[in-house]
């Protein structure tokens, strides 16, 4: 179920230069799961559309969401300015998400790169959730991967709660130098199955190496996206498979993903 709403902001500060980390209160928090993701609307008219940020972390028992996101242009910067008790339009909750039913008893390798962190926090936290409610054999090891820029290395703390934390940074100030790749290789990490976020070089890596692997990666395509709802097309990728209503080789983002099997779609 997706409807708009008017969120009140609990918390606001900022992780990392322009990165921010924002705790909402909406009603919307009890429907979200990991990889989903909120349009949230800019109040400056002259910027209609609704900027989609993913869920970071959802908690239900206090109507509660949290968005990481970084300062990309006017939107974001907009938001980074709101202060707590200041109210904002959010429309959700959007998107597919990651089927955790389909990790049961693998390991799993969460693969975030920059602002792709975020989504991967409330996916390791789900898997641990869901651990606890399982069988020996059916628990899912957590392995997550994840890589900066530099030494800012924002929810670090947060992921090693659910899991043992590999990092990669760009300029080698802390973790394998490099990227997520880079870490996966010198740490000689193996998984059953990859979750992963970032930016497009980093998910065609992943693609290809689970291509290689032959195991399966489960891919959020954060690419630019405007209604968010399905309407304009603006979010198309393509895909192996002929989609069933509009019978071309194209999916839409925000309906259909934004998580995909990497196999299904040209990226
Ligand atoms: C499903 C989804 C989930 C997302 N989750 C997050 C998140 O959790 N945290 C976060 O920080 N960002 C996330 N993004 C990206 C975020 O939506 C954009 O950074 C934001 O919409 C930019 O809005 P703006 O008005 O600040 O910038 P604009 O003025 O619209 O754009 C500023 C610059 O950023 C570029 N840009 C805009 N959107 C994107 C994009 N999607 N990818 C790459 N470049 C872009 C533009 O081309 C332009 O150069 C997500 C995007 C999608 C599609
Ligand atoms: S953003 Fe409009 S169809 Fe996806």
Not at 42 to 53: E, F, V
Not at 64 to 83: M, N
Not at 188 to 193: F, G, K, L, Q, Y
Not at 209 to 214: C, D, V
């Amino acid at each position: 179920m997706k409807k708009k709403t008017t969120a009140k902001i609990l918390s606001q500060k900022s992780l990392a230069p322009g990165i921010y980390d924002m705790w909402l209160e909406c009603d919307i928090a009890k429907d979200a799961s990991a990889g989903q993701f909120i349009g949230v609307y800019p109040n400056d008219k002259s910027t209609l559309l609704p900027r989609p940020i993913s869920i970071c972390e959802a908690d239900a028992s206090k109507s509660a969401l949290r968005l990481v996101y970084r300062v990309a242009g006017k939107g974001t910067a907009e938001f980074s300015q709101y202060k707590e008790g200041d109210g904002l339009d959010v429309l959700g909750v959007l998107g597919n998400g990651y089927d955790l039913s389909l990790l049961k008893g693998k390991r799993v390798m969460l693969m975030g790169g920059g602002i792709g962190i975020p989504p991967m926090l409330e996916l390791a936290k789900e898997l641990f959730c869901q651990n606890e409610q399982l069988s020996i054999n059916e628990k899912s090891e957590i392995i997550i991967v994840v890589g900066y820029r530099d030494d800012k290395t924002f929810l670090k703390e947060d992921l090693e709660k659910y899991g043992k934390v590999y990092i990669a940074s760009e300029d080698g100030s802390v973790g394998t130098k490099g990227n997520v790749m880079n870490a996966v290789e010198a740490e000689e990490i193996e998984a059953d199955v990859i979750c992963a976020c970032g930016p497009m070089p980093m998910l065609r890596a992943i693609k290809k190496f689970a291509s290689e692997k032959n195991i399966p990666a489960y891919i959020s395509l954060e690419e630019h996206m405007a209604c968010g709802v399905g309407a304009c097309l603006g979010c198309v990728v393509k895909t192996k498979e002929v989609d069933h209503h509009s019978h071309v080789n194209n999916a839409r983002i925000c309906t259909d993903g934004p998580v995909f099997l990497a196999e299904d779609v040209e990226i």
